[in-house]
């Protein structure tokens, strides 16, 4: 689920359909969240818990539109001027004055911590590994996902981030539901790490409430700290064998005169 905060953007996409779980995250982010479809689970609760939200089956073609370059479903497309004229139609608020779920620094830090993260690995299933690589040029994550290497749909341009956080968190079958969706237990306190600058810390990330903040904390018990620059959130399975490893280190080639 990508979050978006005062940016213009001309293509959106693919917008998928809603699931559950997704509102959580939308909730504590006052966001109007935007899907095309949605499960069962996800119709009843953004009823029940009054969620602002655009569904795109419901909207014309000009304001969610199928590409060619891709395949269905992976090929809905929106912007941010279609989202924000269906929302003012609604009658949305599109001003939100909730704070940050992430407490970003505006200066630039280094975690005081013996964990090199170079090379990052979660793996969701044998068939869908992401994966990070530290670049300390840019101090950016560079990322792949199933063996390729993640691109700008519109420009080509690498995905990259300045932060990661891992949070592991039991999945499990939704019992009675034919089509095997799933559900996750995150309301509670899970486990995980914070990256960033090639170094990761243990963290926390309570949530006490579907629509409460998640806080995430280092392992004494005070909220993290997080450096300026986009962030990727990846809840994973439980049994997730995650590595965090220091890389392959550099060739160092010297000449020596006697």
Known sequence: MALFKGVNLDKIGPVRSSRHYFLDYALENDAIYVHYGWSPQAKSDITSLAVNNINGINESSTSFWR???????????????????????KGYSTTSKKESVLNYVAEEFNLESDIQATKITIPYSDSNVVEYEYDSTTKRYTRYSRDKKQVDWTTGETVTTKNIIIVKCNNYKISGDTAGRQTIDNVKALKGYYITNGKAIEITAEKSTRTSQTVYKDLEGNEIEVNDGNTFI????????????????????TNEVN
Not at 70 to 76: D, E, G, I, S, W
Not at 234 to 253: F, R
């Open 67 to 89: 590409t060619k370059d891709k395949y269905a479903p992976h090929n809905v497309a929106t912007s941010t001027e279609k989202i924000l004229n269906i929302a003012t139609r």
């Open 234 to 253: 990846q809840i994973c399975p439980l049994e997730s064998k995650v590595q965090i490893e220091p890389g392959k280190p550099q060739t160092v080639v």
